[in-house]
């Protein structure tokens, strides 16, 4: 499926998605990371004085975000990527996994993302248009030096407080501060209403079947 399908795909189905606001189930999911935000942060914490060398360059996991990645400064770590938990994830962050193993019918990718010191990611779009995307803070030692923007709106990078927004529009991050920062990632099934919500999921299917696709959750599946 190219991207010029996505974008049709997204045209008509965007006007039949609902507001996360209304998604009972995307505001619970929320709930429950701010809720277990001191475990999941604690567990980071641990992972990365101990396991640094397990964080890649994104463009490790998916080649097409290379452009995205010169520097190789926005590193990340995979827990989970259609169907797929990284094996070490259990280890890690167990109750993190617990979490997305109960909530698996909904969500499509979990990740640490990590961005070093200077790192700016440039304005680009997503390619994935049955998704929203959640984000969570988890080490912002500097927050007045970090950002991310969507849609021309500027969103939420604090620790343990999660803000979500459409990947599929243009948005970009930074950091200008002198310690790196890392946010976990959560992307979930756009909320559509009856019939397109079981067209979504079978488009879904289809995606996952996808090159792009696939060569993450390989990756995955060798972390």
Sequence with gaps: ?????????????????????????????????????????????TFECSQKKELLPIDDYSVDQAWLNEDKKWRAFFIYGYGHFNPSASNHFPELKTMVEKHSDHVSLVMFSNLQAGKTIPPHKGNNPFVLRIIMGVSVPEPESVGLVAAGVPRKVLEGKTDIFDDTLEHYAWNSGTLARTILIVDVIRPFWFPFNILARHFLDLLKQTEYVQRVVKKVNRC
């Design 1 to 45: 499926m190219n991207h010029r399908k996505l974008t049709f795909l997204k045209s008509v189905f965007g006007a039949f998605s609902r507001s996360p606001s209304k998604s009972s189930r995307i505001l619970r999911l929320m709930g429950e990371l701010e809720f277990h935000s001191k475990q999941t942060i604690s567990r980071w914490k």
